[in-house]
């Protein structure tokens, strides 16, 4: 399997531009998150989905931010519009389901680097 | 207010010799804790990951204790190698209904020089 597949590996954008990332989880992952990662705030989880649906969104900071998942291999982040703060390396992960849901490892992709001017 | 924290947060040390990193917790209900490891430029792979019953997982150079009672984990890396230069980040999950609720420790940034 190729891991988790993001793209584009680097965006630089005006700040109020919309910008949209996406991610291919590994096939035959039921988990998909989303994660910023800043020097400041080190790694933080945004969302993630169970089988395509949205289980917890509480750390997206604010509306500008929305993420879809439409189908098991394919999702979305989409930040609208942008603002200089949203620079970070943006990361997608996925797991697979486990019984006891609490030794699953959670496969990283290799990021996104935003840059909004 | 659940919190991790590492130390130290930079670490340089000699191509050969041993180090130990620091993770202590705050998390609660604790469910498990992992160790990442993050090159630069990549996404974190993960190296262990250890329940409340375990206290010692190792993965080749690498072993990470947990003492559940004082909330504490280490990382230890044996005979470091240059390859080993990375941040070591601790994550530590707090059980919730459904998904575990992940706290992420902002990392050890470790230098290995030959």
């Known amino acids: 399997d190729a891991g988790v597949i993001q793209s584009p590996r680097h965006e630089v954008t005006e700040m109020g531009q919309e910008v949209t990332l996406r991610c291919k989880p590994i096939s035959g992952h039921d988990y998909l998150f989303w994660y910023r990662q800043t020097m400041m705030r080190g790694l933080e989880l945004l969302i993630y989905f169970n089988n395509n649906v949205p289980i917890d969104d509480s750390g997206m900071p604010e509306d500008r931010f929305s993420a879809k998942m439409p189908n098991a291999s394919f999702s979305t982040l989409k930040i609208q519009p942008s603002e200089p703060r949203d620079s970070a390396v943006y990361f997608c992960a996925s797991s697979q389901d486990s019984a006891s849901g609490s030794r699953e490892t959670q496969y990283f992709g290799p990021g996104t680097r935003l840059l909004v001017l | 207010k659940n919190q991790v924290e590492q130390s130290p947060q930079s670490l340089i040390i000699l191509e050969g010799k041993n180090c130990t990193l620091q993770c202590n917790y705050t998390v609660s209900p604790f469910s498990n804790l992992r160790w990442y490891k993050q090159d630069t430029g990549r996404g974190p792979v993960s190296l262990t990951i250890m329940t409340f019953s375990e206290n010692t997982k190792s993965n080749g150079r690498y072993t990470a204790t947990l003492d559940a009672d004082t909330k504490q984990s280490s990382l230890h890396i044996t005979a470091s190698q240059l390859s080993d230069s990375a941040s070591y980040i601790c994550?530590?999950?707090?059980?919730?209904?459904?998904?575990?609720?992940?706290?992420f420790g902002t990392g050890t940034r470790l230098l290995v020089s030959p």
């Open positions: 994550v530590v999950s707090a059980k919730d209904t459904g998904f575990q609720k992940l706290v």
